[in-house]
């Protein structure tokens, strides 16, 4: 699949993500036997938003090498911090990525920037799970609905992408499919596939306020549009619930308040 050519609109911003790249790819090519799918998808021009499943630590950089050489490299909403740590901070920075500030006054602000870049002809990448999922056969698990909200703010295209097997180098929470424990593995390098599906249809929110029953269909629509896309890859038919991780850490509490 032919790369396209894309011009930064900020040329310090292109310079450290170069740099970036030139420090993350050969690792990346180490561990990864790279298949990616769907570029054709991507809108060659104008900003975008991109909604992606996680089931490894390491997907936020195999995602990135993926999108960065579609042309179109994005803008990450990362834990803010991730931005204290040091020389990740650092580069995090220099490469515009987007601190996400959760619990707290600057909550809003992460929403702010990414329709900043957005409007500004940039690509901004979002978890919808927020974290690592936990469910246990690593399908995603419900989505929060700030990608549904700047979605229907802008008016931008959302691009679903999934990807699977970076899970079986740095497992979630040290553990495999079906909760199995598992250990972080270098070796051999795995088969790593990402795949973009075309634009998560939304026309039916136009126009609508942004109420919390609006923004909770549009992010199970982005949602659906992401595990379509695993399923794909899986060759596996996705469970008819999503996992959800606040029902599920009710159900422990309760079971814990129980046995008191």
Do not use: C
Not at 68 to 89: D, E, M, Q, T, W
Not at 168 to 187: C, F, H, M, N, T
Not at 204 to 230: P, Y
Request: charged letters at 25%; a positive charge; glycine letters at 10%.
């Amino acid at each position: 699949m032919a790369r396209r050519s894309y011009g930064f609109g900020n040329a310090d911003y292109g310079v450290w993500y170069r740099f970036a790249a030139v420090l993350v790819k050969p690792v990346l090519t180490v561990l990864v036997k790279p298949e990616w799918h769907g570029w054709e998808n991507f809108p060659e021009e104008g900003g975008f938003i991109t909604a992606v499943n996680h089931n490894s630590a390491i997907d936020p950089l195999v995602y990135a090498h993926f999108q960065y050489n579609s042309g179109r490299p994005p803008r990450i909403l990362a834990k803010s911090s991730l931005f204290k740590v040091p020389f990740i901070g650092f580069m995090l920075g220099k490469t515009g990525q987007i601190p996400v500030y959760r619990d707290s006054a600057d909550a809003a602000q992460a929403f702010r920037a990414a329709i900043a870049a957005i409007d500004g002809g940039q690509v901004v990448q979002f978890y919808p799970e927020g974290t690592i999922t936990r469910d246990p056969q690593l399908w995603p698990m419900t989505g929060k609905s700030g990608v549904a909200r700047v979605a229907l703010m802008t008016g931008k295209p959302v691009i679903p992408v999934a990807h699977w097997g970076a899970h079986e180098i740095v497992p979630p929470y040290g553990r495999g499919l079906g909760g199995v424990k598992a250990k972080v593995s270098l070796r051999p390098r795995r088969r790593v596939v990402v795949q973009a599906g075309p634009p998560v249809d939304l026309s039916r929110f136009e126009g609508k306020e942004l109420t919390s029953q609006v923004l909770r269909e549009a992010t199970d629509e982005i949602t659906a549009a992401i595990t379509a896309q695993l399923a794909l890859i899986r060759g596996e038919e996705a469970p008819a619930e999503r996992y959800d991780l606040r029902k599920a850490r009710a159900g422990k509490k309760k079971t814990g308040e129980e046995a008191e």
